[in-house]
């Protein structure tokens, strides 16, 4: 375990800099497999919520990306106002693969985090965003009350039936522009072929989307959601994401959807990520939306963290 003290130069809700330590963690899996974690906590005494953020790609991360995702940095605005607050920030990595024991990974740092001395397990939130935002839905469905809410931001594949297999020419596909929906189709169509491969039959396969599928086993989220989506995003379009919150509303369950209009994939972060993130300086339009969404998402974990 690596530790180094941080001192926050920006204020927090009581005007008072929050003095933190940094510390390069190591977690074991349900395997026995070491996963890597970042914890970012208030310096003192104290019992401190807990926030767990899990990052995007599908791939597992070095210890400096990590700290992007938990200490103040000088790549993510959203991490960065998140350690305003008097709140332990544990960033936790996961295994390379689609669909695996990364879903467990992620399960265990969160109870691996919960049980962090000066960490309250009693108050814990999930943030993700991306592959990040499919990890902590999983998760949601999987721990019930054992956390307090959940914020996604752009999550990947909240319905891999339709991402794998929908028909192109029926609503949600049909509403994305064709070149993105056309990239999407053939990455739907090269996944499900790894499922199939893995799974022996059509019939096991289409069991084993079911399952994973956040849209289909929304009922089991017993916390409080919230999806956030741009409708600029070419890398996980806000017109997949829109029948998640339609069913859950439906379902009478606490979530809600907030959507900006101009800003790319990462926005969540307040960062630039995936394959289509664009090189040219941020436009006054997506700083602003930027500023909002931080906004929103600290004011979601304020009230359900209190």
Same mark, same amino acid.
């Given at each position: ?31 026995? =497999?070491?996963? #890597?974690?970042?914890?970012? +906590?208030?310096? @003192? /005494? ?5 926030? $767990? %953020? ?87 469905? =999987?721990?019930? #009350?054992?956390?307090?809410? +959940?914020?996604? @931001? /752009? ?5 891999? $039936? %339709? ?99 101009? /800003? ?43």
């Amino acid at each position: 375990m690596i530790s180094s003290v941080v001192a926050v130069c920006l204020l927090n809700f009581n005007s008072q800099p929050i003095e933190r330590n940094v510390s390069e963690l190591v977690y074991k899996s349900v395997d026995g =497999r070491e996963c #890597k974690a970042v914890l970012s +906590i208030p310096k @003192g /005494s104290g019992s401190y919520p807990l926030v $767990v %953020t899990v990052h995007g790609g599908n791939t597992e991360k070095p210890y400096g990306y990590l700290r992007t995702m938990a200490a103040p940095n000088p790549i993510s605005s959203i991490v960065n106002d998140m350690n305003k607050e008097p709140w332990a920030i544990l960033a936790v990595s996961y295994r390379n693969g689609f669909m695996n024991l990364g879903d467990d990974d992620v399960i265990e740092g969160i109870r691996f985090g919960m049980g962090l001395p000066q960490v309250d397990k009693n108050r814990v939130a999930l943030v993700g965003g991306s592959h990040g935002g499919y990890k902590v839905l999983q998760a949601g469905i =999987r721990m019930g #009350k054992e956390i307090r809410c +959940i914020s996604a @931001g /752009s999550p990947w594949m909240v319905d891999p $039936v %339709t991402f794998m297999r929908g028909d192109v020419t029926k609503a949600p596909l049909s509403l994305i522009t064709e070149d993105v929906r056309n990239r999407l189709a053939a990455q739907g169509k090269s996944l499900y072929n790894q499922i199939l491969r893995r799974e022996g039959t059509e019939d096991k396969a289409q069991e084993f989307l079911i399952e994973r599928s956040a849209l289909i086993q929304s009922a089991k989220i017993q916390v409080p959601l919230l999806l956030l989506t741009s409708r600029a995003d070419e890398s996980v379009p806000h017109v997949l994401i829109e029948p998640l919150f339609d069913r859950m509303k439906e379902q009478g369950q606490n979530v809600e959807l907030f959507t900006v209009q101009s /800003s790319p994939h990462g926005f969540y972060w307040g960062r630039e990520e995936g394959v289509r993130a664009r090189q040219t300086p941020k436009t006054e339009v997506q700083k602003i939306e930027e500023a909002s969404t931080s906004e929103k998402i600290i004011s979601f974990l304020k009230e359900y963290l209190k």
